[in-house]
């Protein structure tokens, strides 16, 4: 199992640690999975998530100038290595300037990705910072519990209104409530709402984008059929969304959602060259 | 106005109705008297008037007439109900806090009287909100009865020169010390904290003092813990009228340009911790 990597230029350095910035804001603890071409953050939907899981993807080929990678086996050329985000986002902050900054997986005492940041100095020698994080190797035979999680057979797919708007109106409902309901319809209209027994708010956002039924493969899904103006609603812990919105540094190209009613909500960012899905399960 | 003035069409007409283009003009003079969970909202032909107690020592008034406001209705002769103000603050401010240039949030406010909730209805860039908060039974609230006969001294001053005097008050000393007297110190401000005594003076004839009305030295002590969120306030303002009377009450008005330069008021009254008429050196 060999891993080293490069990264050389700062606008690919920056973008990288702006990734792992929204990931340390959505899980404690995650997996990374490194493959040949790409990175995958990923958190699956335990308890102790709150039942909340996460796939995040990047093309290594855009961030790395250098990427190696050889997996625990000809046959599965893969890494997974359990990990705690905020530990490598902290190291990234020491990277704001750097010339270089080299990430390699290392065995001396117990197994780390050691972030080599190479910084600029008024003297022929470069100064380098190194941070050293521990990390967990995920055995082959579990892997399996880190599959893709499957597009659901969704009732409403629906763009998200204006981020910054959203992320306004979530963080004061936080204040209010523990729960909040999303839901939205096949007419563009999507609302937030909390109640609780001192107050109820409701944020109505209209002339949103629906998308068309047809889900991945193909198959015609649930959504066909369904009745324009009907709301689909989930009832998620506010938390969960106040998070994944506060995450998002960048306005991502496309956001949207995916609402199976009272049963999951499906948010899918895409930035040019890294995708988030986070799926935040509906309590009853 | 994206909003209908009309009533409900069933249930009980509105007893108080009022619209702003900018929530702001409401909610950042709410911020200022924002010291505890609950207010009480008093509604006239001639505005809002909000009020928040602690201790039964300290009352704030933050005061919006009627001017302010794109429209404003109160259909009985007075309108009160109390009202958790953290949740009003929260609802007011759904789109944000800061301010865009050109962007603002409108506001219309509906309340059915006794027992219904105050409706909010905000809109921002075509997104619009609606809040429904629960109203309670109003309480009783002291009556300071400061009026302008019965008041010892006097002065008025730019609150530029109190701002940073109130945002480093020394909170280890549990209380303000005012001195007001038509001699010299003319108006001091004391404090007696861990690391020693603090004394401010601000001369009569100091630019900073608009007015100056002292006929008796007072020298009167405040809790600082009751004091200390009238800073708010005085941020806000652009001047502030410093009042005592005989029993050593202290009345803080502050003069609050909003947005668009219209004038409204806050007022602070505070008990005295003691009297103290003699001067003491």
Same mark, same amino acid.
């Given at each position: 199992?060999?891993?080293?990597?490069?990264?050389?230029?700062?606008?690919?350095?920056?973008?990288?640690?702006?990734?792992?910035?929204?990931?340390?804001?959505?899980?404690?603890?995650?997996?990374?999975?490194?493959?040949?071409?790409?990175?995958?953050?990923?958190?699956?939907?335990?308890v102790?998530?709150?039942?909340?899981?996460?796939?995040?993807?990047?093309?290594?080929?855009?961030?790395?100038?250098?990427?190696?990678?050889?997996?625990?086996?000809?046959?599965?050329?893969?890494?997974?290595?359990?990990?705690?985000?905020?530990?490598?986002?902290?190291?990234l902050?020491?990277?704001?300037?750097?010339?270089?900054?080299k990430?390699?997986l290392?065995?001396?005492?117990?197994?780390?990705?050691?972030?080599?940041?190479?910084?600029?100095?008024?003297?022929?020698?470069?100064?380098?910072?190194?941070?050293?994080?521990?990390?967990?190797?995920?055995?082959?035979?579990?892997?399996?519990?880190?599959?893709?999680?499957?597009?659901?057979?969704?009732?409403?797919?629906?763009? +998200?209104?204006?981020?910054?708007?959203?992320?306004?109106?979530?963080?004061?409902?936080?204040?209010?409530s523990?729960?909040?309901?999303?839901?939205?319809? +096949?007419?563009?209209?999507?609302?937030?709402?909390?109640?609780?027994?001192?107050?109820?708010?409701?944020?109505?956002?209209?002339? +949103?984008r629906? +998308?068309?039924?047809?889900?991945?493969?193909?198959?015609?899904?649930?959504?066909?059929?369904?009745?324009?103006e009907?709301?689909?609603?989930?009832?998620?812990?506010?938390?969960?969304?106040?998070?994944?919105?506060?995450?998002?540094?960048?306005?991502?190209?496309?956001?949207?959602?995916?609402?199976?009613?009272?049963?999951?909500?499906?948010?899918?960012?895409?930035?040019?060259?890294?995708?988030?899905?986070?799926?935040?399960p509906?309590?009853a | 106005?994206?909003?209908?003035?009309?009533?409900?069409?069933?249930?009980?007409?509105?007893v108080?109705?009022?619209?702003?283009?900018?929530?702001? *003009?409401?909610?950042?003079?709410?911020?200022?008297? *924002?010291?505890?969970? *609950?207010a009480?909202? $008093?509604?006239?032909? @001639?505005?809002?008037? &909000?009020?928040?107690?602690?201790?039964?020592?300290?009352? %704030?008034n933050?005061? /919006?007439?009627?001017? /302010? $406001?794109?429209?404003?209705?109160?259909?009985?002769?007075? &309108?009160?109900?109390? /009202?958790?103000?953290?949740?009003?603050?929260?609802?007011l401010?759904?789109?944000?806090?800061?301010?865009?240039p050109?962007?603002?949030t %409108?506001?219309?406010?509906?309340?059915?009287?006794?027992?219904?909730?105050?409706?909010?209805? =905000?809109?921002?860039?075509?997104?619009?909100?609606?809040?429904? /908060?629960?109203?309670?039974e #109003?309480?009783?609230? =002291?009556d300071?009865? $400061?009026?302008?006969?019965? &008041?010892?001294?006097? !002065?008025?001053?730019?609150?530029?020169?109190?701002?940073?005097?109130?945002?480093?008050?020394?909170?280890?000393?549990?209380?303000?010390?005012?001195?007001? @007297? #038509?001699?010299?110190?003319y108006?001091?401000?004391?404090?007696?904290?861990?690391?020693?005594?603090?004394?401010?003076?601000?001369?009569?004839?100091?630019?900073?003092?608009? %007015? $100056?009305?002292?006929?008796?030295?007072?020298?009167?002590?405040?809790?600082?813990?009751?004091?200390? #969120?009238?800073?708010?306030?005085l941020?806000?303002?652009?001047?502030?009228?410093?009042?005592?009377?005989?029993?050593?009450?202290?009345?803080?008005?502050?003069?609050?340009?909003?947005?668009?330069?219209?004038i409204?008021? &806050?007022?602070?009254?505070?008990? #005295?911790?003691e009297? !103290?008429?003699?001067?003491?050196?």
């Open positions: 199992m060999r891993f080293r990597a490069k990264i050389v230029d700062l606008a690919c350095l920056n973008h990288f640690s702006r990734v792992i910035n929204t990931i340390a804001k959505l899980a404690r603890t995650c997996t990374l999975r490194l493959t040949v071409c790409k990175l995958y953050f990923i958190l699956s939907d335990k102790a998530n709150g039942g909340a899981s996460m796939w995040c993807e990047l093309s290594q080929g855009n961030f790395f100038d250098e990427f190696q990678m050889e997996g625990v086996a000809a046959e599965h050329n893969e890494i997974y290595l359990e990990l705690v985000p905020e530990n490598l986002s902290r190291a902050k020491t990277a704001q300037s750097a010339k270089a900054v990430i390699k290392t065995n001396k005492h117990c197994p780390c990705l050691r972030v080599a940041v190479e910084l600029p100095s008024l003297s022929s020698n470069s100064r380098i910072v190194t941070h050293d994080i521990p990390v967990g190797v995920i055995p082959r035979r579990i892997w399996n519990d880190f599959r893709e999680p499957s597009v659901p057979d969704f009732d409403v797919s629906i763009y +998200l209104p204006a981020l910054k708007t959203m992320k306004s109106v979530v963080e004061r409902m936080k204040n209010l523990n729960f909040i309901v999303i839901e939205a319809n +096949l007419s563009g209209e999507m609302n937030l709402k909390i109640e609780t027994d001192l107050v109820s708010v409701t944020t109505h956002f209209k002339d +949103l629906n +998308l068309p039924w047809t889900s991945e493969d193909g198959c015609q899904s649930s959504a066909q059929g369904r009745d324009l009907s709301m689909a609603e989930a009832r998620i812990d506010i938390k969960k969304l106040q998070q994944l919105l506060a995450g998002q540094q960048v306005n991502p190209t496309k956001a949207l959602c995916n609402i199976v009613s009272k049963r999951i909500v499906h948010f899918i960012l895409l930035h040019e060259d890294v995708s988030l899905q986070y799926f935040i509906a309590l | 106005m994206p909003f209908s003035a009309q009533p409900p069409a069933s249930g009980e007409p509105y108080l109705s009022a619209s702003l283009d900018n929530a702001r *003009h409401l909610s950042s003079l709410l911020r200022a008297v *924002h010291f505890q969970d *609950h009480t909202c $008093f509604a006239t032909a @001639s505005g809002l008037r &909000v009020t928040v107690e602690d201790a039964k020592c300290i009352q %704030a933050a005061f /919006i007439q009627v001017e /302010i $406001f794109q429209e404003f209705a109160v259909q009985e002769e007075s &309108v009160i109900f109390r /009202i958790n103000l953290s949740v009003l603050l929260d609802c401010t759904i789109f944000g806090t800061s301010s865009l050109g962007t603002s %409108a506001l219309r406010m509906c309340y059915r009287g006794y027992g219904y909730p105050l409706m909010l209805f =905000l809109e921002e860039g075509g997104v619009v909100t609606v809040c429904k /908060i629960n109203t309670q #109003p309480e009783e609230l =002291l300071f009865d $400061f009026c302008s006969t019965k &008041v010892v001294n006097k !002065i008025i001053l730019q609150s530029e020169g109190l701002r940073e005097a109130f945002a480093e008050l020394d909170m280890t000393s549990e209380v303000l010390q005012i001195t007001m @007297s #038509p001699d010299k110190p108006f001091r401000l004391s404090t007696f904290g861990n690391a020693g005594s603090a004394h401010l003076d601000y001369p009569k004839d100091s630019d900073l003092m608009e %007015a $100056f009305h002292c006929n008796q030295t007072q020298m009167n002590r405040y809790k600082t813990s009751l004091l200390k #969120p009238s800073t708010k306030a941020a806000l303002s652009c001047k502030v009228s410093i009042r005592t009377d005989a029993q050593g009450f202290l009345s803080l008005q502050y003069m609050i340009r909003n947005e668009d330069g219209q409204c008021f &806050v007022e602070y009254y505070c008990c #005295p911790d009297n !103290i008429t003699e001067v003491e050196l």
